[in-house]
């Protein structure tokens, strides 16, 4: 009922003893909190937040034109409603290290369980696009640096992104992610690993988690979660799947409404209103109204 019981602090510490375990924790990205609480509920590991899916929801291109305000807002929305831990994206920190860190304490403010920063210029684009741009390793330490010395959740995760993969090569990936783990960055995020001997190649090369990014129409193949555990990936996320599931769903909605008239030949693959009260816990909200659940919905 209402949002989850569990103190930010504690799923922060609790996503971090699991972390530890080795184990492959995963990920799928929520759309909004709804569908953060179905993901809880189907048992996954925890909530990913991603940059692509808030800048979607708003209408616009993942290219950095999203506001800490919005990305921070909507993220707590999403956090408070499951017991999971969420990590969201924070693009490049929105801004120089000050920008950074402002970022980081905002983030924890808004229940996050942890965040990544990555080393792309700004305005930043989609990781599996080409054309893309990183910063020089100064730089991108700089806002790893920045990011930890902020910090005061010492179990808030702070992972550093680099997405120089695609623009210099595996090994130069491989020699960004040392120097940002180095900079304090408690885990990785290589973006657009193209195989899983490169996924390996990292797992050999750090001793801290790394996360496999399996973002569909992307440059990375999409591998299953158990060749992932295989080759040592901590984490793995589905950023976008899940939106992009529905807007599917959607557009042939109203497609069958223009064609038929009525979406009646479609109920089956609707979620039913008794299933959508459920998640909801509508019934639980008679604790404070009995007046609220005095109904029965039919199937």
């Known amino acids: 009922m209402l949002y989850s019981t569990t103190p ?42 991603s940059g692509a899916v808030l800048s979607a929801d708003l209408g616009l291109p993942d290219i950095g034109l999203t506001t800490l305000s919005e990305v921070a807002g909507r993220g707590g929305q999403i956090a408070r409603m499951t017991d999971l831990p969420a990590i969201i994206d924070a693009d490049t920190g929105f801004g120089e290290p000050m920008n950074v860190a402002r970022t980081i304490q905002t983030l924890e403010d808004a229940g996050l369980a942890g965040t990544h920063i990555e080393d792309q210029i700004n305005p ?19 806002r790893i640096r920045a990011a930890v010395d902020a910090r005061r959740d010492p179990n808030f995760l702070i992972m550093a992104r680099t997405d120089i993969r695609a623009v210099e090569g595996l090994d130069a990936a ?16 290589p973006e657009a690993m193209r195989t899983l001997e490169e996924f390996a190649a990292m797992r050999a090369a750090l001793d801290v988690p790394i996360l496999a990014n399996m973002t569909e129409f992307g440059k990375s193949d999409l591998f299953t979660t158990d060749q992932l555990r295989d ?3 901590n984490m793995v996320i589905w950023p976008v799947s899940l939106l992009r599931m529905a807007m599917g769903a959607a557009d042939r909605a109203l497609d069958t409404l223009l064609d038929e008239g009525g979406l009646t030949s479609r109920l089956g693959e609707m979620q039913h209103r008794a299933d959508l009260y459920d998640l909801l816990d509508y019934e639980q909200y008679n604790h404070f109204d009995q007046g609220v659940f005095n109904f029965t919905v039919g199937r």
Do not use: M, Q, W
Request: a positive charge; aromatic letters at 8%; proline letters at 2%.
């Open 8 to 49: 930010a602090h504690e799923k922060r510490r609790l996503f971090r003893e699991r972390l530890a375990s080795g184990e492959l924790l995963r990920f799928p990205g929520a759309f909004n909190p709804l569908s953060a609480r179905l993901i809880e509920r189907k048992g996954f590991d925890g909530v990913y937040i």
């Open 174 to 189: 491989v020699d960004r992610a040392k120097a940002l783990v180095d900079a304090g960055a408690d885990a990785i995020f």
């Open 231 to 233: 080759v040592g990936v």
């Open 124 to 142: 930043k684009r989609c990781g599996h696009l080409d054309g893309k741009s990183v910063v020089d390793e100064d730089t991108a330490a700089k």
